[in-house]
């Protein structure tokens, strides 16, 4: 099992539409997590670190459930420029190495 | 603050050269990535420093491939005997002990 696993894409959207992706990890000694975007022959950046207790930024809400060992990404409202490729990131285990994902590959269209 | 530096942006290299990539981390961060990229395709995880412990190389693909990290600052990615399955963008990142990566712009590297 790899350490750190996300929907396949690509998830083809209507704008305003509602799209939720998710992201196994299968250490559960993680600690940090967090959701990275990335633009197309762009380098990732940091769309949101992921809490305990849920968090939220506009349209974005990312999810944490230990239980289960998953995190979640819910766009609302999608817009063209959301656009781009998902990549979820976890912290090994026990350590301070962080990985990455495959990425989830979104396409809005108008 | 500077964010993270790559250089050179680009680089052309003829098969069988070696090349020299260069990373420089935002300043106080623990810990430095290298990943490569292939077209289309996902970051492949190479080599990963963190502080005074020894690299984690598990991702280099072939012993062609070796990184240093100088006082804990500056890394280099050196490829031996360049193979045209070479060509990628590679990615360098930073950051503090299991915090957010910084990454910076990349290095293209294109074998002919």
């Known amino acids: 099992r790899k350490e750190v696993e996300q929907d396949p894409g690509p998830f083809n959207v209507p704008e305003g539409a509602t799209v939720a992706f998710n992201c196994t990890y299968s250490?559960?000694?993680?600690?940090?997590f967090f959701w990275y975007r990335q633009d197309c022959r762009k380098e990732p950046k940091l769309l949101m670190s992921v809490y305990s207790s849920g968090n939220e930024d506009g349209r974005f809400t990312a999810q944490l459930n230990r239980a289960s060992q998953y995190i979640s990404l819910l766009i609302r409202d999608s817009k063209l420029s959301d656009s781009a490729t998902y990549l979820c990131v976890v912290n090994k285990g026990g350590g301070f190495k962080t990985i990455f994902g495959a990425g989830t590959r979104l396409f809005v269209k108008a | 603050g500077a964010g993270v530096s790559q250089s050179p942006s680009n680089k052309v290299t003829e098969k069988g050269k070696d090349v020299e990539l260069r990373c420089d981390p935002i300043?106080?961060?623990?810990?430095l990535y290298w990943y490569r990229q292939s077209l289309g395709q996902g970051l492949e995880f190479l080599i990963y420093f963190q502080g005074n412990s020894a690299p984690d190389k598990s991702g280099l693909p072939s012993d062609r491939f070796s990184a240093e990290r100088t006082g804990g600052s500056v890394s280099t990615l050196t490829i031996q005997r360049t193979q045209q399955e070479d060509s990628a963008v590679y990615l360098c990142?930073?950051?503090?002990?299991?915090?957010?990566?910084?990454f910076g712009p990349g290095t293209r590297l294109t074998v002919l």
């Open positions: 300043s106080g961060h623990t810990a």
């Open positions: 990142a930073s950051s503090w002990a299991g915090g957010e990566q910084f």
């Open positions: 250490n559960s000694a993680s600690q940090s």
